[in-house]
């Protein structure tokens, strides 16, 4: 594959096109030149427009936030929108995606120090990235991001999982809006999603391969934020996720939304109320080398 921003894109907004000719998008809030960048990978089924507000604050803050768009979930690619039957694709392309929208992101903020940031499946979209290529990154962190693996979860898990996949093998795709979960989403990635809820391992790819040797020996710094009372991203499920990464690695945090004044932050709508996180991956950034610049840079020296 190959990224090329068009030359027609709009202000704040890279267009990366695919070499089957399809094309998505990165959405850009520059804070300032040689900040650190925050590239954000949805959560499945949501569109890039949920996490506007996060982007917002982090530009506030001094870093610059991105957020790229999921396949099958284009507003401006063509083809877009939901996949149809014969649009299918995988994890591995999930992963491909995310590669060009950092190369993109790279080459657009040269100087920046470059994160990744996953929501849920994005999380896992990300860490594999991660795994792939940590020397492109200065840190990952998981938000609300977990494995489905059914031993974090329950036997109830397994089965329900199990038959997201069978639905998804017969109907050539997953009708997440009728059944309440997700999107319509493709066969592939939902067949690789309820494998990983049923082995507990990334297997994916053509040929098949575990990749969970890769995230094993990454050296990166990843911080994981976990929420009370996420009911699908649960401490055990972002455990897991954490954990495949070297201990010495991780930061770990919990938040509780409702003790610290956000008690409609959940799985989703911690996005749409950033005030939650931000202070957390803010501080992270600090810690993990690259530092906030101030809002307002210092006056030169005098003379």
Avoid: K
Avoid at 109 to 134: D, I, T, W, Y
Avoid at 177 to 185: C, M, V
Avoid at 281 to 301: E, H, I, Q, Y
């Amino acid at each position: 594959m190959s990224s090329e921003p068009s030359a027609d894109q709009s202000p704040g907004v890279l267009t990366i096109r695919r070499s089957d000719g399809s094309a998505f998008r990165v959405t850009v809030r520059v804070a300032q030149p040689g900040a650190p960048a925050v590239l954000v990978v949805p959560a499945m089924g949501l569109g890039s427009r949920y996490y506007l507000r996060l982007l917002d604050a982090l530009a506030e803050a001094g870093c610059t936030g991105a957020v790229t768009e999921l396949r099958g979930h284009e507003e401006g690619g063509q083809p877009a929108g939901r996949p149809p039957r014969g649009r299918d694709f995988g994890y591995a392309e999930l992963v491909d995606d995310l590669d060009l929208a950092l190369a993109a992101l790279a080459a657009h903020l040269p100087q920046a120090p470059l994160h990744l940031l996953g929501h849920s499946l994005g999380g896992q979209v990300a860490a594999l990235l991660a795994a792939r290529a940590p020397e492109r990154l200065a840190g990952l962190v998981l938000v609300a991001a977990g494995t489905p693996y059914w031993r974090h979860w329950s036997p109830r898990m397994l089965v329900m999982t199990q038959t997201v996949g069978v639905i998804s093998r017969v109907l050539g795709h997953f009708p997440g809006e009728r059944f309440r979960f997700a999107g319509r989403e493709a066969r592939t990635q939902m067949v690789d999603w309820a494998r990983l809820a049923r082995t507990g391992r990334f297997l994916y790819g053509t040929p098949r391969r575990d990749h969970g040797a890769a995230m094993a020996s990454t050296s990166l710094p990843v911080l994981a934020v976990s929420l009370e009372g996420d009911s699908l991203a649960p401490r055990g499920s972002v455990d897991d996720l954490a954990g495949r990464f070297p201990p010495a690695c991780v930061e770990r945090v919990h938040l509780d939304p409702e003790a610290q004044g956000f008690p409609e932050a959940d799985h989703l709508r911690w996005a749409r109320q950033p005030g939650l996180v931000l202070p957390v991956l803010t501080g992270w950034l600090t810690r993990a080398g690259a530092p906030t610049p101030p809002a307002t840079p210092p006056p030169p020296p005098a003379g």
